[in-house]
């Protein structure tokens, strides 16, 4: 008798587990103009451009137009899923600039022109675009962390009049790595918009120097202004401690984190920074409500 209830008990548990989670009601909040959703839905690849070995841009037949500063999380049946910022701000397509380094990338590299793709999302809360408005802006980003970068430069030029002078920054490791050359000459003649390469001693194009070497170099505007970063943690920490040096508060920084967020509603823990979920609190974070987070967390690792 005790153990037929017990396997009942457990069967519901396991159904209640193992079950499809319902799409979100008509209260679920929206995120860049679309009802955030957490059941894969799929999605055409309209076309893929290579600009390194592993890296990839995928064009994806989209109405979502994530907000910047936002992510999807991206499936392949039977591989997996895994989350990827939005690399554009358009109502026609989505572009994910993606970094072949695990199993759900390598099969997302090896699907077509034409081929079928699953898409989540968006989720997440982005760059606190009302509180950038009539603001200069500084955007920093480094190797792959361009993306979310992108998708702001794409709203900035969708609305000019509610931005000041916008700086960029970008560091790659060398030129063979310098991601969207195309769209970077285009911004170039828009924005002031400077590169710096951390390791390619043979080239002459570009400037030699980590980014907040090339902050240094290029100071930007000050006074009422707001900076954006998005790469490797150690690379907006020394742009930070420029900024900061230069005279702008970690209240006037915001940085997006990259952790793994694998549910995307701050339910399997795994992007936990103490008290916040990167997935559902960020990935856009106040540096000044994170700083102290990451702190004790480097501190607990040393």
């Given amino acids: 008798m005790h153990s037929r209830k017990f396997a009942e008990r457990k069967e519901k548990s396991e159904t209640k587990l193992f079950q499809t989670p319902k799409p979100p009601n008509p209260q679920t909040p ?11 839905i799929p999605h055409k690849i309209e076309s893929i451009k290579s600009y390194t070995p592993d890296v990839k841009l995928f064009r994806i037949k989209s109405n979502l137009n994530p907000a910047p500063g936002t992510f999807l999380e991206v499936s392949i ?29 390598q099969a997302i590299f090896n699907l077509k022109k034409g081929d079928t793709i699953l898409i989540r999302g968006p989720h997440g809360h982005g760059f606190p675009l009302e509180e950038l408005k009539n603001k200069n802006l500084i955007l920093i980003a480094g190797g792959t962390g361009i993306a979310p970068i992108t998708s702001m430069i794409n709203y900035i030029e969708q609305n ?4 000041k002078k916008i700086f960029i920054y970008f560091g790659f490791r060398d030129e063979q790595n310098i991601l969207l050359k195309e769209r970077i000459k285009k911004w170039e003649s ?16 570009y400037e030699k120097g980590f980014i907040n070497q090339i902050i240094e170099h290029h100071k930007p505007s000050v006074q009422d202004t707001v900076a ?3 790469g490797p943690e150690i690379m907006m920490d020394c742009a930070t401690k420029e900024l900061n040096f230069l005279g702008i508060p970690n209240s006037q920084i915001y940085w997006s984190l990259e952790r793994r967020m694998e549910c995307a509603f701050g339910s399997c823990g795994r992007c936990q920074i103490q008290d ?9 974070f106040q540096y000044s409500k994170i700083k102290s987070r990451l702190d004790n967390e480097n501190s607990s690792q040393a």
């Fill in 190 to 205: 828009v924005f002031h918009l400077h590169i710096g390469l951390s390791n390619d001693p043979n080239n002459h194009d």
């Fill in 276 to 284: 916040l979920y990167v997935c559902k609190d960020g990935p856009i």
């Fill in 77 to 105: 049946p039977g591989i997996g899923e895994c989350p990827l910022a939005s690399c554009s701000h358009n109502k026609g397509y989505i572009e994910l600039l993606t970094k072949n380094a695990g199993n759900v990338t």
């Fill in 160 to 163: 000019k009049s509610q931005f």
């Fill in 228 to 230: 954006l970063l998005c």
């Fill in 30 to 40: 929206k995120i860049g103009g679309t009802q955030m959703s957490y059941l894969p």
